[in-house]
């Protein structure tokens, strides 16, 4: 962290993240009262809310602040778009084919098996690749769109707890020294989320489904049938392998680096990203065009994600300043509060719900070795068992809380995580009326607030 962050960060009031909530009530509100608007102007709303912070914030604090928003989208925005165009692209080319019915035991299988991909191939390149299939196995349903809520609380989220491409904070944990399997431990906190959650949909899918059949006969056509599945596309399952590959590369390889503008960017990084760029250029070119169009495959999720959360990268720069700015800062009755496994579930949690959870944990990820002394050099050994202290212990609680938090509170809210605010798009694309931004979170709140409270009662005691 450079000394202008910590000194822009003092000096930041909290009335700095006022677009924050601009953004977050325009896409709340406006697809709820003027649906048509919003899809026409996202990019226009969003680029408004970027340029109320980023005028007077480059008018007060000119090169300092330049250099700021330079590196949030250098190192973390770009990156991000360049990962998600590329399980977006790669993913849109596998087709799962066959004949599917949308009951509550077939919906269950389709969510648990994306739940169980998510750790392996990231929360986004799972959602995208099972959202498809749920789609055709429920379009003659009537009531679906908790399918695709579920979906996001599972898939897009919960599924990505137990290794470093399951979702970003994790590899940024990965890259702090925390070993590849480490996160494993957080296994049994994702037994209990993902078990309660698969039963509780099927509860609220039989329900549905059972009503809808008091009404109408499901297309025979949809019916399931074990026999006759089958992949096309196929041979994008190399490709997502080398972004994956490319992912734990950028991990492991240690290279040098090079200044951009003033911000320092890895060689790895970099190489990464461009594998990235290449395995989704080779999917395009060589995916024939009727699996993409067979799978309804367009680029509307990608375009809208993008443009709004290029406004949400901007807008949340402010609040993750003071938040790194610690007792300095506005935030720092939050950093005071919190020195308990408990506190660093919901408070890295609930902030990793509205803001991006990867550098939301990095931030308590700093805070943790801060408040115990531990020097950064000696995190993978204290991890790993070679340094068996109290103190050892005690952080691998602050870490096993603070890394459930930021992944599985993603699901919170539609901009927790990236891929939930795709599968909204995606959904709706195809007619499935989701939840509002507001709708979505009355899902949330009354399905995942018991479960995380039965988390922290089991396991943050």
Same mark, same amino acid.
């Given at each position: 962290?450079?000394?202008?962050?910590?000194?822009?960060?003092?000096?930041?009031?909290?009335?700095?993240?006022? %677009?924050?909530?601009?953004?977050?009530?325009?896409?709340? =509100?406006?697809?709820?009262?003027?649906?048509?608007?919003?899809?026409?102007?996202?990019?226009?709303?969003?680029?408004?809310? +970027?340029?109320?912070?980023?005028?007077?914030?480059? &008018?007060?604090?000119?090169?300092?602040?330049?250099?700021?928003?330079?590196?949030?989208?250098?190192?973390?925005?770009?990156?991000?778009?360049?990962?998600?165009?590329?399980?977006?692209?790669?993913?849109?080319?596998?087709?799962?084919?066959?004949?599917?019915?949308?009951?509550?035991?077939?919906?269950?299988?389709?969510?648990? +098996?994306?739940?169980? =991909?998510?750790?392996?191939?990231?929360?986004?390149?799972?959602?995208?690749?099972?959202?498809?299939?749920?789609?055709?196995?429920?379009?003659?349903?009537? @009531?679906?769109? @908790?399918?695709?809520?579920?979906?996001?609380?599972?898939?897009?989220?919960?599924?990505? $707890?137990?290794?470093?491409?399951?979702?970003?904070?994790?590899?940024?944990?990965?890259?702090?020294?925390?070993?590849?399997?480490?996160?494993?431990?957080?296994?049994?906190?994702?037994?209990?989320?993902?078990?309660?959650?698969?039963?509780?949909?099927? &509860?609220?899918?039989?329900?549905?489904?059972?009503?809808?059949? @008091?009404?109408?006969?499901? @297309? %025979?056509?949809?019916?399931?049938?074990?026999?006759?599945?089958?992949?096309?596309?196929?041979?994008?399952?190399? &490709?997502?392998?080398?972004?994956?590959?490319?992912?734990?590369?950028?991990?492991?390889?240690?290279?040098?680096?090079?200044?951009?503008?003033?911000?320092?960017?890895?060689?790895?990084?970099?190489?990464?990203?461009?594998?990235?760029?290449?395995?989704?250029?080779?999917?395009?070119?060589?995916?024939?065009?009727?699996?993409?169009?067979?799978?309804?495959?367009?680029?509307?999720?990608?375009?809208?994600?993008?443009?709004?959360?290029?406004?949400?990268?901007?807008?949340?720069? %402010?609040?993750?300043?003071?938040?790194?700015?610690?007792?300095?800062?506005?935030?720092?009755?939050?950093?005071?509060?919190?020195?308990?496994?408990?506190?660093?579930?919901?408070?890295?949690?609930?902030?990793?719900?509205?803001?991006?959870? +990867? %550098?939301?944990?990095?931030? &308590?990820?700093?805070?943790?070795?801060?408040?115990?002394?531990?020097?950064?050099?000696?995190?993978?050994?204290?991890?790993?068992?070679?340094?068996?202290?109290?103190?050892?212990?005690?952080?691998?609680?602050?870490?096993?809380?603070?890394?459930?938090?930021?992944?599985?509170?993603? $699901?919170?809210?539609?901009?927790?995580?990236?891929?939930?605010?795709?599968?909204?798009?995606?959904?709706?694309?195809?007619?499935?009326?989701?939840?509002?931004? =507001?709708?979505?979170?009355?899902?949330?709140?009354?399905?995942?607030?018991?479960?995380?409270?039965?988390?922290?009662?089991?396991?943050?005691?």
């Amino acid at each position: 962290m450079s000394i202008e962050t910590l000194y822009l960060g003092e000096r930041l009031p909290l009335y700095a993240g006022l %677009p924050f909530l601009g953004i977050l009530a325009s896409i709340a =509100l406006f697809p709820l009262l003027r649906s048509g608007f919003w899809n026409r102007n996202y990019a226009k709303i969003s680029l408004f809310w +970027a340029a109320v912070f980023a005028i007077p914030f480059l &008018f007060f604090f000119k090169t300092a602040a330049l250099h700021e928003i330079l590196r949030i989208y250098l190192i973390d925005f770009v990156p991000f778009i360049i990962l998600l165009w590329g399980l977006f692209t790669v993913s849109g080319g596998i087709l799962i084919r066959g004949r599917f019915a949308g009951t509550p035991g077939v919906n269950v299988a389709l969510l648990a +098996a994306g739940t169980v =991909l998510a750790s392996w191939m990231g929360t986004t390149g799972a959602s995208m690749l099972m959202i498809r299939p749920l789609l055709r196995a429920n379009q003659a349903r009537k @009531h679906k769109a @908790h399918v695709f809520v579920f979906l996001i609380f599972l898939t897009a989220n919960i599924g990505g $707890a137990l290794t470093p491409l399951g979702d970003p904070p994790l590899f940024l944990g990965f890259l702090q020294g925390v070993p590849f399997f480490w996160t494993f431990n957080i296994l049994p906190y994702m037994l209990v989320a993902a078990g309660v959650l698969l039963l509780a949909f099927y &509860f609220v899918d039989s329900f549905f489904h059972r009503r809808q059949h @008091h009404v109408e006969m499901v @297309h %025979p056509a949809a019916d399931f049938e074990g026999r006759g599945i089958r992949i096309d596309g196929a041979h994008n399952l190399i &490709f997502l392998g080398g972004i994956i590959g490319a992912a734990l590369l950028s991990g492991v390889w240690q290279a040098g680096s090079f200044s951009i503008a003033g911000v320092e960017l890895q060689v790895r990084s970099e190489l990464r990203d461009l594998i990235i760029l290449l395995m989704g250029m080779l999917s395009l070119v060589t995916t024939a065009k009727r699996v993409r169009r067979d799978n309804n495959f367009t680029w509307l999720a990608m375009k809208e994600v993008g443009f709004v959360f290029a406004g949400i990268f901007m807008t949340i720069l %402010p609040l993750l300043m003071i938040l790194r700015a610690g007792e300095r800062g506005s935030l720092a009755f939050i950093v005071r509060a919190v020195d308990a496994p408990g506190q660093y579930f919901w408070a890295c949690g609930a902030l990793s719900s509205f803001l991006d959870n +990867a %550098p939301t944990y990095l931030t &308590f990820f700093n805070m943790a070795l801060g408040s115990l002394q531990i020097p950064a050099e000696n995190v993978a050994a204290m991890l790993s068992g070679k340094i068996a202290t109290p103190v050892a212990a005690q952080f691998a609680s602050y870490l096993k809380a603070m890394s459930a938090g930021a992944v599985f509170f993603g $699901a919170m809210t539609y901009i927790g995580n990236a891929p939930n605010f795709m599968v909204r798009s995606i959904a709706e694309e195809h007619n499935v009326k989701m939840p509002s931004f =507001l709708g979505y979170m009355l899902w949330s709140i009354c399905t995942l607030i018991p479960i995380f409270v039965v988390i922290t009662l089991i396991f943050f005691r």
